[in-house]
């Protein structure tokens, strides 16, 4: 059984080590290198980190439709590609390339959040349990018959990046108890109720702006879904404060936006409730609980702060 991987960010990395534990791995697919942090250093996706120091081949291609790239899978001769946070879209003659097809380790409870941001999604709107879906990709965008699902519940005060992390550990457990069933023939694929799906698209940086408008239990939500990556922030005196962490107290003080103070920390109000700000983090600085930096930030408190749908 020749394995395929194809995988790019820490989520991804479990499955690749538990699967080359049990099956020989002719080839790791990975997103290409790139600049990022404020150095704008060159820096290598985990799972390249990870292929590099297990000696295994690595590919990273631009497009994966590119000719080179599929000469070179075709080289490879997979019975099975095993995909994990690619971030590409696998073209038809990829999924038609191994005789058993391409499997892919999603992070929701498919047709549930299909799309690039499944774990940011299921926070986000308040989702109480998610999980993981083992599915027979196809041409559509995670469309897919399922082979197998565990559901898992989310914990009230869980982060995105602590939800994928743990998500990313169930998901390898997962893949390993499916594929030897699925390689038997004892799995039947399961076609997804696609009148029920939902879709988690790409997340940006400007998604995190913080809307006022909406509920303190919205805005809550908004950053624990998006902590670490893309981070909720709001603009003050014409800088980036990003929220780290955050909580709900029912009363709303004056106008929405408005800065109170919510016993030592700072808080804002919205449209219902006021969102108490428990760890910022200024531009350029390093976070801090809410009352340091609401000590150092003179004009802060009795600030109105504006949503980005009022710019």
């Given amino acids: 059984m020749r394995v395929v991987f194809m995988g790019s960010p820490q989520f991804a990395v479990p499955s690749l080590e538990i699967l080359a ?75 038609e390339l191994p005789e058993w097809g391409c499997l892919n380790v999603h992070a929701s409870l498919l047709p549930r959040w299909r799309g690039a941001a499944p774990v940011h999604a299921s926070i986000l709107h308040g989702d109480t349990e998610t999980g993981i879906t083992i599915m027979k990709m196809d041409v559509g965008l995670d469309t897919g018959p399922i082979l197998s699902q ?98 709900v107290v029912s009363d709303t003080k004056g106008t929405r936006g408005a800065v109170n103070a919510v016993g030592e920390l700072p808080a804002v109000s919205t449209s219902q409730g006021s969102l108490v700000l428990e760890i910022l983090q200024p531009a350029g600085g390093k976070s801090m609980p809410g009352d340091a930096f609401m000590r150092g930030a003179r004009g802060f408190l009795g600030t109105e702060l504006t949503s980005p749908s009022n710019v």
Avoid: C
Avoid at 187 to 192: A, D, L, S, W
């Fill in 21 to 95: 534990d049990a099956y020989p791995i002719v080839g790791v697919v990975t997103q290409p290198d790139r600049k990022a942090g404020r150095g704008r250093k060159i820096r290598q996706s985990a799972v390249k980190v990870w292929s590099l120091e297990h000696g295994l081949p690595i590919m990273q291609p631009r497009r994966l439709k590119d000719p080179e790239a599929i000469e070179k899978l075709k080289n490879w001769t997979p019975d099975l590609i095993v995909v994990a946070a690619f971030g590409q879209i696998l073209p038809e003659e990829v999924l």
């Fill in 150 to 247: 565990t559901s898992t519940p989310i914990d009230p005060q869980e982060t995105g990046g602590q939800l994928s992390d743990r998500l990313s550990q169930i998901g390898a457990v997962l893949l390993l108890e499916t594929i030897p069933s699925y390689l038997e023939g004892n799995i039947k694929p399961i076609e997804q109720n696609h009148e029920q799906a939902t879709y988690a698209p790409m997340l940006k940086k400007s998604d995190g702006a913080l809307d006022f408008n909406l509920t303190a239990e919205e805005l809550a939500r908004q950053v624990r879904a998006f902590e670490p990556w893309p981070g909720s922030f709001f603009t003050w005196k014409g800088k980036r404060i990003v929220v780290r962490k955050a909580h």
